[in-house]
Antibody, heavy 117, light 107 residues
Framework: EVQLVESGGGLVQPGGSLRLSCAAS????????MHWVRQAPGKGLEYVSA????????YYANSVKGRFTISRDNSKNTLYLQMGSLRAEDMAVYYC??????????WGQGTLVTVSS | EIVLTQSPGTLSLSPGERATLSCRAS???????LAWYQQKPGQAPRLLIY???SRATGIPDRFSGSGSGTDFTLTISRLEPEDFAVYYC????????FGGGTKVEIK
């Protein structure tokens, strides 16, 4: 069974930093690109970042470029999102996802990031 | 960046009725790369349709997708109680973007 389990969310002050993790199991993690998608309270889905299977290629939404860094450790089957200079508008549930095909479309349960003083 | 605009924002219907949801792209999207998701409160999105018109595994045939170019449609032929949710379109041909969502609520 495929599982994606996010962790690391919590309360952080504006301007602060946080690192999210996503532990993957049930599939060959190193063979798939991975993604972060977020959802602000009561709002829609926003694509945040992506990383290729070997980590050599990354993508960032304009809204987070220069502040967030995506990375992965294929030896630990874990995806990361290092978030810095956090703003109120970054407050959201952050989902880790593996979206490579119609039969490989998996999402974690999400982790909540709250940005507030 | 391709912007996806979904309409209406909210659809109020009764069980058994037909739901028609629209997704319009700011530029042409290959049908191969257009998907629809369902999301219920407190849950992650669930893939319904990929390639504009193909149902994902386990999706009932009351869900159907159609369209091409810049205009795509998700149709739910007869709403079941479990279909009341928020629906998002997604394109994954040029990076990846989501529409703003359509909430299908019970009338």
């Amino acid at each position: 069974e495929v599982q994606l389990v996010e962790s690391g969310g919590g309360l952080v002050q504006p301007g602060g930093s946080l690192r999210l993790s996503c532990a993957a199991s049930g599939f060959t993690f190193s063979s798939y690109a991975m993604h972060w998608v977020r959802q602000a309270p009561g709002k829609g889905l926003e694509y945040v970042s992506a990383i290729s299977s070997n980590g050599g290629s990354t993508y960032y939404a304009n809204s987070v470029k220069g502040r967030f860094t995506i990375s992965r450790d294929n030896s630990k089957n874990t995806l990361y999102l290092q978030m810095g200079s956090l703003r109120a508008e970054d407050m959201a549930v952050y989902y880790c996802a593996s979206l490579s095909s119609s039969t490989h479309n998996y999402w974690g349960q999400g982790t909540l990031v709250t940005v507030s003083s | 960046e391709i912007v996806l605009t979904q309409s209406p924002g909210t659809l109020s219907l009764s069980p058994g009725e037909r739901a028609t949801l629209s997704c319009r792209a700011s530029q042409s999207v290959s049908s191969t790369y257009l998907a629809w998701y369902q999301q219920k409160p407190g849950q992650a999105p669930r893939l319904l349709i990929y390639g504009a018109s193909s149902r994902a595994t386990g999706i009932p045939d009351r869900f159907s997708g159609s369209g091409s170019g810049t205009d795509f449609t998700l149709t739910i032929s007869r709403l079941e109680p479990e279909d009341f949710a928020v629906y998002y379109c997604q394109q994954y041909g040029s990076s990846l973007t989501f529409g703003g969502g359509t909430k299908v609520e019970i009338k």
